[in-house]
C-alpha cells in the first residue's frame, strides 16, 4: 500500500522520541535569556509555509525549543491545500496547544499565501519553507525582503538554475545578516560531528573510498498512475511531487541527499564529477519521471570515489547506510536501517572488524545518548537568533543540492556531468513558477495519453528530459 507523504515525515522527525528536547531544557535550564532584535515581546514568531508532513514536523521542531532558546508561537500558516493545512493545524494544535495561535484570517491558501503568512511576521521572526524546492528561490526571495530569519527543507534547488538563483539571493542575506538553517540534519548529529572529527584527526587514515546505500521500496510519491480525470494538472503534480523533476528532482534528489551531503562532509570535499547508470522496471501504469534504481560514482578532487546506490523497488534486499574507508580501518557514518547515526570506527574494513571507537561509550562514565537531530538543528538555528550569531547553511545547502543533481542529471542523460556542468545547466526545470496560479497549467505537460516526458540516457544527452 502507498505510504502518504503526509504521514511520512512526521515519523522519520520523531525516529528518536523526545530526547532532544528533553536532554537541551535541563541542559539549559537556569540560563539567562536575552533580548532577541531589540523586540518589547521575546516570543519568536514563526510562519508555516508548506503544511504536509515535513512541515508539520519542522513547526512541531520550532515549537519545541529549550528555554533558553524559546520561546516561539506559530501565528501563520499557507498553503495550495485546505485539508493540508487543517490537518496540520490540528494536529500541532493538539500537541503544543497556546504555542499555536494562528487565527482563520492567518490561516492562507493559493501560491500567493506565503506572501500572507510573511507578513504577519516582523523583522527577525523565522518562516518556514517545506513546500516541494521549484518553489524555494521564490519563497527565499520574499523572505530577504522582509528581514526574516528562514528554515527550509532540503533538497534546496532541483537544477542548475534555481542553484545559481540560491547562491545570488543567498548575498544579500549574508549582507542583512539573516539566520538561515537547511534541513540536512545529519549535519547536526552529534554522533556524527564526533565521528567527523576523528576523522579529521586521521583515525581511520587517508580516506580511500566511501560507500552509500537507500535501497527501498517505493516510498511516499515516488511512483504514481495517471491523473484522476477531474483532477487539475497542476495541483495532481504538486500532490504527488515526488513523482515529478520539477518539483523536487524526484525520488534520487529529495531521498538520497542525504548519504551524498554526509559521506562529502567526513571526506571534506564535494565531489568534482559524476557518471552514473539506472533504469526502469516493472512500471505498469506508473506516469513518474524516476528511474526505480540508480548507481552513481562520483569523483572527488584527488580522485577519491563515492559510490551511491539507491532503489526504490518492492521485494529486493534493503539496505540503508553510509560508511568511509580509510588506510587504518573503517567507519559507519549513519545506518544500518535509517538516518540514526551509531557511528562507530572499525580498525579493519568491514563490520564484523574490531571496533576503535563508538559514539556514546565512554570508559568508567555513563555513556552518551544522541540527541534528536532534527531538534538538534533548531536548537542550533535558535540559538543563533537569539544571540545574533553567524548561521548561514544556504550555500552548502546549494552545494549538496548542486552534487546530488549531477549524480542524477549523469544517471538520466547517461553522460559524465561535472559540478560546473550542472550548476550551469540551461534545462530550466520550472519555468515561470513565481507567477503560478490555482488556475495555472504546469510547467511540464503530458501527453495525449496522460504520459510525462522520461529520461532517455543516451538519446537525450543534453537535459534530462524534453520540454
Known amino acids: 500500500m502507498e505510504k502518504k507523504i503526509d504521514d511520512s515525515s512526521l515519523s522519520r522527525r520523531s525516529f528518536m522520541g523526545n530526547s532532544g528536547k528533553?536532554?537541551?531544557?535541563?541542559?539549559?535550564?537556569?540560563?539567562?535569556l536575552p533580548m532577541v532584535h531589540g523586540k518589547t515581546d521575546d516570543t519568536t514568531k514563526i510562519a508555516l509555509v508548506g503544511c504536509g508532513g515535513r512541515g508539520t514536523g519542522a513547526a512541531s521542531n520550532a515549537l519545541s525549543v529549550s528555554l533558553a532558546n524559546g520561546p516561539t508561537k506559530l501565528v501563520a500558516m499557507a498553503d495550495v491545500f485546505q485539508h493540508r493545512l487543517d490537518s496540520s493545524y490540528n494536529g500541532l494544535k493538539k500537541k503544543h496547544k497556546e504555542k499555536v495561535d494562528v487565527s482563520p484570517d492567518n490561516k492562507h491558501i493559493g501560491f500567493d499565501a506565503y506572501k500572507k503568512a510573511m507578513d504577519a511576521l516582523d523583522k527577525g521572526d523565522v518562516a518556514i519553507f517545506t513546500t516541494p524546492c521549484a518553489f524555494r528561490w521564490v519563497h527565499y526571495e520574499y523572505a530577504i525582503k522582509k528581514g526574516l530569519n528562514v528554515f527550509?527543507?532540503?533538497p534546496v534547488t532541483p537544477d542548475g538554475f534555481s542553484s545559481r538563483k540560491m547562491l545570488e539571493l543567498n548575498q544579500e542575506a549574508k549582507k542583512k545578516n539573516l539566520k538561515v538553517g537547511v534541513g540536512l540534519m545529519c549535519r547536526h548529529s552529534k554522533a556524527r560531528r564526533e565521528l567527523f572529527s576523528r576523522i579529521k584527526d586521521g583515525e581511520i587514515g587517508e580516506i580511500l573510498a566511501l560507500r552509500a546505500y537507500r535501497m527501498q521500496g517505493p516510498i511516499a510519491s515516488c511512483f504514481s498512475g495517471k491523473k484522476p480525470a477531474d483532477e487539475q494538472e497542476l495541483m495532481f503534480q504538486i500532490r504527488r511531487f515526488h513523482s515529478f523533476l520539477w518539483l523536487s528532482g524526484g525520488s534520487f534528489s529529495d531521498f538520497f541527499i542525504h548519504n551524498i551531503d554526509e559521506c562529502c562532509w567526513m571526506k571534506d570535499a564535494?565531489?568534482?564529477?559524476?557518471?552514473?547508470?539506472?533504469?526502469?522496471?516493472?512500471?505498469?501504469?506508473?506516469?513518474?519521471?524516476?528511474?526505480?534504481?540508480y548507481t552513481v560514482e562520483y569523483t572527488f578532487p584527488d580522485g577519491t570515489k563515492l559510490y551511491l546506490h539507491g532503489r526504490n523497488m518492492a521485494g529486493c534486499k534493503d539496505e540503508f547506510s553510509s560508511n568511509a574507508h580509510g588506510t587504518k580501518g573503517c567507519a559507519l557514518i549513519s545506518g544500518p536501517g535509517g538516518h540514526r547515526s551509531q557511528a562507530r570506527i572499525h580498525k579493519g574494513q568491514g563490520p564484523d572488524s574490531e571496533i576503535a571507537w563508538m559514539f556514546g561509550q565512554r570508559d568508567g562514565q555513563r555513556p552518551i545518548t544522541e540527541t534528536n537531530p532534527y531538534q538538534d538543528e533548531w536548537e542550533h538555528l535558535m540559538d543563533a537568533i537569539r544571540n545574533n550569531k553567524k548561521y548561514n547553511e544556504v550555500d552548502r545547502g546549494v552545494a549538496a543540492?548542486?552534487?546530488?543533481?549531477?549524480?542524477?542529471?549523469?544517471a538520466h542523460t547517461g553522460q559524465e556531468i561535472t559540478y560546473d556542468q550542472m550548476l550551469n545547466s540551461k534545462h530550466q526545470f520550472g519555468p515561470g513558477v513565481e507567477k503560478l496560479t490555482l488556475e495555472s497549467d504546469s510547467p511540464l505537460l503530458a501527453n495525449a495519453e496522460g504520459i510525462y516526458p522520461i529520461p532517455e540516457p543516451g538519446i537525450n544527452k543534453s537535459q534530462e528530459y524534453s520540454d
Open 22 to 32: 528533553i536532554a537541551g531544557v535541563g541542559a539549559l535550564a537556569g540560563v539567562t
Open 152 to 154: 527550509m527543507e532540503k
Open 270 to 293: 564535494w565531489p568534482v564529477k559524476a557518471q552514473a547508470q539506472g533504469g526502469r522496471h516493472y512500471r505498469g501504469d506508473s506516469i513518474d519521471q524516476n528511474f526505480d534504481n
Open 401 to 410: 543540492s548542486t552534487t546530488t543533481s549531477m549524480g542524477r542529471m549523469a
